[in-house]
């Protein structure tokens, strides 16, 4: 049976943009919880230049459903022009943690 979660991605350029959304999505109820990691390197191909970058990682729990409307609001509200919002399937987890999720994301 295909799983009703996923792990969304998106790195942050500072940690009061992470902190924003963060708490944007948390309030719309689109993500039971999100993790800002601190302290990553990007390094990547940006219009020709090799770019390395500090940045913050937002690790955004959620449902498939809410995958859409969690793109939308964090590239409405993302500083860069193309930000990265990667979603992989959450396979496997605690019973109870995967039912606190539905519980989380159910008031949507």
């Known amino acids: 049976m295909p799983s009703a979660f996923e792990l969304i991605l998106c790195t942050c350029p500072d940690k009061d943009t992470a902190k924003k959304l963060a708490h944007l999505l948390i309030s719309k109820n689109l993500a039971a919880c999100v993790n800002i990691l601190p302290g990553i390197i990007s390094v990547y191909s940006w219009e020709g230049q090799i770019e390395s970058v500090s940045e913050y990682l937002l ?42 999720m539905t519980t989380c994301l159910s008031t949507n």
């Open 59 to 100: 690790l955004i729990k959620s449902s498939k459903e809410n995958y859409s409307a969690i793109e939308i609001t964090l590239f409405k509200h993302h500083p860069y022009e193309i930000p990265e919002i990667i979603a992989l399937p959450i396979d496997h987890g605690l019973p109870e943690y995967l039912d606190w």
